[in-house]
């Protein structure tokens, strides 16, 4: 669902989930200027989707009601909006920052609190789903700042997302992702387990899926991902550089709330074994093969 009217919207950050996204703005009928910091991508999305690229986040953030950013993380976020040529040097007071990138509620707050000062509204709103969720526009969007801001952005939002809700204020969105990777790292960790189990004990992995999946074991990951992992395939979804990055940041605010997550460092530190493999590209479902390795090993 698109909004009543089109709205000048800027995307600022072309990656595996910004692209399609910012291409569901466009679709959408909402003129979307963008920045990539490689502009080669932003050329391409131009090419592929219409709309508009600038050579600087301000002057993409220039003339838009709303300016989405995707990056990588905290400090790639602070860069674009704040550095030199950033979002905020241009970005029109009564305008929306919407910032989808994982990244700190520390750094939500305060964006929240810079964007006021210039009499600019602030959202974080992280997002799930993977690249697959980004290119069918259903992604899940965990929403942190004011409700009156929430209702005024959620028609750009359901451009390119399925489930949106607004967590409460600045930062909840951010911690509610947080949430979310908990949730993934272990039950990943649980499936990997047990389909190494089953292949140790010489049974056939799609007929215990089949046996055991409409139970109370029955998962998104165990849906989407028995297979390629029964296969050892590993070279789609989201890499496991990115969920470290992500786990540092649920350990390091773990920490400061007073949070214990022992199977969550736990896990992290197995992400890292696969990481000492060459497979920190590899999809998050290759916690797999860590058992396989170590079970392997004389």
């Known amino acids: 669902m698109s909004a009543a009217r089109p709205v000048k919207t800027a995307f600022i950050g072309l990656g595996a989930m910004g692209y399609p996204m910012a291409g569901h703005l466009q679709a959408a009928g909402h ?76 750094l939500a707050r305060e964006l929240q609190a810079l964007c006021n000062d210039r009499g600019i509204a602030f959202l974080d709103a992280p997002v799930s789903g993977g690249q697959s969720g980004a290119q069918l526009g259903q992604l899940t969007i965990m929403v942190g700042g004011p409700a009156d801001v929430f209702e005024r952005a959620n028609p750009i939002l359901q451009s390119y997302g399925k489930s949106i809700q607004r967590m409460g204020a600045a930062g909840s969105g951010q911690l509610t992702k947080m949430v979310n990777q908990i949730c993934i790292a272990g039950v990943l960790e649980g499936l990997s387990e047990a389909l190494h189990f089953a292949e140790r004990a010489g049974l056939e992995t799609d007929a215990v899926i089949t046996a055991i999946s409409q139970g109370a074991a029955q998962s998104w990951q165990m849906d989407n991902r028995h297979e390629t992992m029964a296969r050892g395939e590993f070279d789609f979804g989201f890499a496991v550089d990115w969920m470290r990055k992500d786990l540092g940041i649920v350990l390091a605010t773990a920490q400061h709330i007073g949070a214990s997550l022992p199977m969550t460092a736990l896990i992290d530190q197995f992400y890292g074994d696969i990481q000492n493999f060459g497979g920190g590209r590899w999809d998050t479902s290759s916690l797999i093969e860590r058992l396989r390795k170590f079970s392997d090993a004389p």
């Open 31 to 106: 003129p979307t200027t963008v920045y990539n910091r490689t502009p080669l991508t932003a050329a391409q999305w131009c090419a592929e989707h219409g709309g508009n690229r600038c050579g600087t986040p301000a002057e993409a953030a220039a003339q838009a009601d709303i300016v989405c950013v995707c990056v990588g993380n905290d400090d790639d976020v602070r860069s674009v909006v704040l550095g030199d040529g950033g979002v905020l040097e241009k970005q029109k007071p009564g305008s929306i920052l919407i910032d989808h990138t994982t990244a700190s509620a520390e």
